[in-house]
C-alpha cells in the first residue's frame, strides 16, 4: 500500500508541479504577444519569430496542463446529474465513465506520438558543422525546431493518464469504503 500512495502521490505532484511551470509559460505568453502587439502596432514592424513563438508557448501550455487540469477536476462535466450526489455515487459515476476516458486518452496518446515521431525522423536539409540535423524545423526565417514542441503532445497525453489512474484508484475506493481515500 505504501508504493501504491508513493505512485500516487508522485503523480499529483508532478501534475501540481507541471501545472505551476506551465503558470510561468503562460506569463511568456502575455510578454511574447505584448511584445507582438507593440511592435506590429506601435513601430509597424511585426516580427515572424514573435509570432511563431507565440504559437509554440500556447502549444506547449494547452498540452501539458491536461494532468493538471485533471487532478483538481476541472475538466467539463455535466453538473446536473453529478453535482448533486454522494461522493460515493460521484465515485461510481466516475468509474462508469472511466473507459471512455481510457479510450480517449490512449487514442490521443497513440496519435501524437505518431506525429512527434514523423516530426523527428524528418531530414529537412538542417546542417550544423556540415553534419545534417535530422528532425522537421519551421518554414521561417527564424527556423525553430518543431520536434520537441511536438514531443509534448504524447508526453502531456501520459501525464494526463497517470492522474487518471489515480483518480481511477481513488474512485474505487471511495465507491468501495464510501471514504475518501487519504
Given at each position: 500500500?505504501?508504493?501504491?500512495?508513493?505512485?500516487?502521490?508522485?503523480?499529483?505532484?508532478?501534475?501540481?508541479?507541471?501545472?505551476?511551470?506551465?503558470?510561468?509559460?503562460?506569463?511568456?505568453?502575455?510578454?511574447?504577444?505584448?511584445?507582438?502587439?507593440?511592435?506590429?502596432?506601435?513601430?509597424?514592424?511585426?516580427?515572424?519569430?514573435?509570432?511563431?513563438?507565440?504559437?509554440?508557448?500556447?502549444?506547449?501550455?494547452?498540452?501539458?496542463?491536461?494532468?493538471?487540469?485533471?487532478?483538481?477536476?476541472?475538466?467539463?462535466?455535466?453538473?446536473?446529474?453529478?453535482?448533486?450526489?454522494?461522493?460515493?455515487?460521484?465515485?461510481?459515476?466516475?468509474?462508469?465513465?472511466?473507459?471512455?476516458?481510457?479510450?480517449?486518452?490512449?487514442?490521443?496518446i497513440y496519435t501524437s506520438w505518431n506525429f512527434y515521431w514523423s516530426s523527428q525522423m524528418m531530414h529537412a536539409g538542417n546542417t550544423f558543422l556540415?553534419?545534417?540535423?535530422?528532425?522537421?524545423?519551421?518554414?521561417?526565417?527564424?527556423?525553430?525546431?518543431?520536434?520537441?514542441?511536438?514531443?509534448?503532445?504524447?508526453?502531456?497525453?501520459?501525464?494526463?493518464?497517470?492522474?487518471?489512474?489515480?483518480?481511477?484508484?481513488?474512485?474505487?475506493?471511495?465507491?468501495?469504503?464510501?471514504?475518501?481515500?487519504?
Amino acid at each position: 500500500m505504501d508504493k501504491l500512495q508513493t505512485f500516487m502521490m508522485a503523480v499529483e505532484k508532478t501534475n501540481v508541479f507541471v501545472g505551476r511551470m506551465m503558470a510561468y509559460v503562460s506569463l511568456l505568453c502575455v510578454a511574447d504577444i505584448s511584445f507582438e502587439v507593440i511592435m506590429r502596432y506601435i513601430f509597424h514592424m511585426p516580427t515572424n519569430w514573435g509570432h511563431e513563438l507565440m504559437f509554440t508557448l500556447f502549444a506547449m501550455y494547452y498540452v501539458m496542463v491536461g494532468g493538471t487540469a485533471h487532478f483538481y477536476r476541472a475538466h467539463v462535466r455535466v453538473d446536473i446529474l453529478y453535482a448533486s450526489r454522494t461522493r460515493r455515487t460521484q465515485a461510481v459515476m466516475d468509474l462508469i465513465m472511466a473507459p471512455f476516458f481510457y479510450l480517449f486518452v490512449l487514442v490521443y496518446i497513440y496519435t501524437s506520438w505518431n506525429f512527434y515521431w514523423s516530426s523527428q525522423m524528418m531530414h529537412a536539409g538542417n546542417t550544423f558543422l556540415g553534419m545534417e540535423i535530422i528532425g522537421e524545423n519551421s518554414f521561417t526565417d527564424w527556423a525553430p525546431p518543431l520536434y520537441p514542441v511536438k514531443f509534448l503532445m504524447p508526453f502531456g497525453g501520459v501525464l494526463l493518464l497517470l492522474q487518471g489512474v489515480v483518480w481511477t484508484i481513488r474512485d474505487i475506493h471511495t465507491a468501495v469504503t464510501g471514504r475518501e481515500m487519504a
